[in-house]
Nanobody, 127 residues
Framework: VQLLESGGGSVQSGGSLGLSCVAA???????????MGWYRQPPGKERELVAT?????????ADSVKGRFTITISRDISKNTMYLQMTSLKPEDSGVYYC?????????????????WGKGTLVTVAS
């Protein structure tokens, strides 16, 4: 599975921005995606969870973004596209946003969980 993020940029505080992440691969590999998510790494800080969405549409948000961010996903046979709509942005929302995909790889030897990561896209919110 390969992940490609897009949509980062600069915005004023209170503004909105949308991010996209395409997870592409063989139909079998895309089907093996159990969940996808957005994480961010603010300058000088550790990477943190923003929001996740499972293959059946269950969502989870960090408390700091609840009510402001919305995660959605669209799926077809060869790719998943995950979106993050961000509103009422604050300077503390700034950072590199990473897309992730949690995959279960099943072979005759058993199942192995693997996390794939995109390269990240920068979001800057000016005060």
């Amino acid at each position: 599975v390969q992940l490609l993020e897009s949509g980062g940029g600069s915005v004023q505080s209170g503004g909105s921005l949308g991010l996209s992440c395409v997870a592409a691969g063989t139909p079998g590999s895309v089907d093996s995606i159990q969940a996808m998510g957005w994480y961010r790494q603010p300058p000088g800080k550790e990477r943190e969870l923003v929001a996740t969405i499972t293959s059946v549409g269950a969502t989870n948000y960090a408390d700091s973004v609840k009510g402001r961010f919305t995660i959605t996903i669209s799926r077809d046979i060869s790719k998943n596209t995950m979106y993050l709509q961000m509103t009422s942005l604050k300077p503390e929302d700034s950072g590199v946003y990473y897309c992730s995909a949690h995959v279960i790889v099943t072979t005759i030897e058993g199942s192995t969980p693997i996390d794939h990561w995109g390269k990240g896209t920068l979001v800057t919110v000016a005060s």
